[in-house]
């Protein structure tokens, strides 16, 4: 079985082997210098020099996975973070007061290590996924394992809930998204189009659309209700995430040599591009809730604000020395959420 590396961030020649990370402090210029061979990207990566560009602290760091971790999900509250683990676990922190967190449970899910995590809008529920092929779902709280949903055959990488909370779908490794009918436990579609693993999904606000990303190199988007789908936009990389603005009308995704295509949601047509500042592989992409700015994660530890209207660079944020593979944004756009090797996950001020 590839690892999440394979799956998500591509194969093992496209791994990012062998990176050195040295910061540079010279007065108040830190230069961060990757070494390694390709790391994954179309072109060499570069070096960047950023006035200020200094380690940041978060407002906390959650502690208690004994491996990387994978997956974060803010609950629709904003109260609960679940954050999902190499180490086959997910740990439900209790943030109301965040600087006084703790553990509200932790759950030993039947799904191997744990790569997608996803909460109902309503609340209710908690959909997991991982290296093992199987979705389960859980309540909100994490007390008990409502069902168990089939049909992917290979590791699931991608969760995501329609916003009336009655369809989950699933992506992965086996190049199709499953969606099922969560209070029935029932199929309801597969969409299968894709020629390489997939390693992102979302709907639309209005229900009616998913959109996928993929290591074929494309965004597609899929009618619910058909299942139909098409090609919406094309990279020159392998794509790792999409995200649907606030009012639907626009797609964004994000690909592996650190470029940012936004497009409109009828019919594909680009608006603009944009790139990252490090030229790191952005592994996540969140509008910010009045739909104005964009917040892209990269693995190289940098969380990069955009402007949507310019597309320009606004504002940088590095959180982590090591590699970062999870990322969230509280649903009431207060609190951000970070994690992947060093085993910890750190909450930011948004």
């Keep these: 079985m590839n690892n999440l590396l394979d799956l998500k961030f591509g194969a093992p020649s496209q791994r990012w082997r062998q990176i050195l990370e040295t910061v540079v402090a010279v007065g108040s210029i830190f230069v961060l210098v990757y070494v390694g061979p390709g790391c994954g990207f179309s072109r060499p990566p570069r070096a960047t020099v950023r006035s ?96 168990s949903f089939r049909g992917n055959s290979g590791a699931v990488t991608t969760l995501a809930f329609s916003r009336n909370s009655q369809l989950v779908a699933a992506g992965g490794q086996d190049k199709k998204v499953t969606i099922w009918k969560v209070e029935e436990a029932t199929p309801a579609a597969t969409l299968i189009g894709h020629d390489g693993s997939i390693n992102a999904i ?8 998913i959109a996928s990303a993929s290591h ?13 789908g098409n090609t919406l936009t094309k990279h020159e990389a392998a794509v790792l995430t999409v995200a649907f603005s606030p009012d639907g009308k626009l797609v964004a995704s994000a690909a ?18 944009m790139e990252s500042v490090n030229g790191g592989a952005i592994f996540d992409l969140v509008f910010t809730p009045d739909g104005k700015h964009l917040i892209a994660a990269d693995r190289v530890g940098v969380i990069e604000y955009f402007a949507v209207a310019s597309g320009k660079s606004v504002r940088s944020r590095w959180a982590h020395r090591g590699e970062m593979s999870a990322f969230s944004v509280d649903p009431g756009g207060e609190l951000i959420a970070s994690g992947g090797l060093e085993k910890d996950v750190k909450v930011w001020k948004y």
């Design 52 to 147: 200020g560009f200094a380690l940041d602290r978060p407002i906390a760091t959650l502690q208690g996975h004994s491996k990387a971790v994978r997956a974060l999900a803010f609950s629709p509250d904003g109260r609960t973070l679940a954050s999902g683990s190499d180490d086959q676990t997910i740990i439900l922190w209790d943030l109301w007061d965040v600087r006084g967190h703790h553990r509200s449970a932790t759950l030993r899910p039947g799904v191997g290590a744990v790569y997608g995590v996803a909460f109902s809008p309503n609340g209710l529920w908690m959909a997991v996924g991982g290296s093992d092929s199987n979705v389960e779902l859980w309540n909100a709280s994490g007390s008990e394992e409502i069902r």
């Design 202 to 209: 979302c709907f639309s606000p209005d229900g009616i659309w």
């Design 256 to 273: 592996v040599d650190g470029s940012i295509h936004l497009v409109e949601a009828e019919n594909g047509r680009e608006v603009i591009r």
């Design 216 to 228: 074929d190199k494309t965004v597609r988007l899929w009618n619910v209700n058909t299942g139909k």
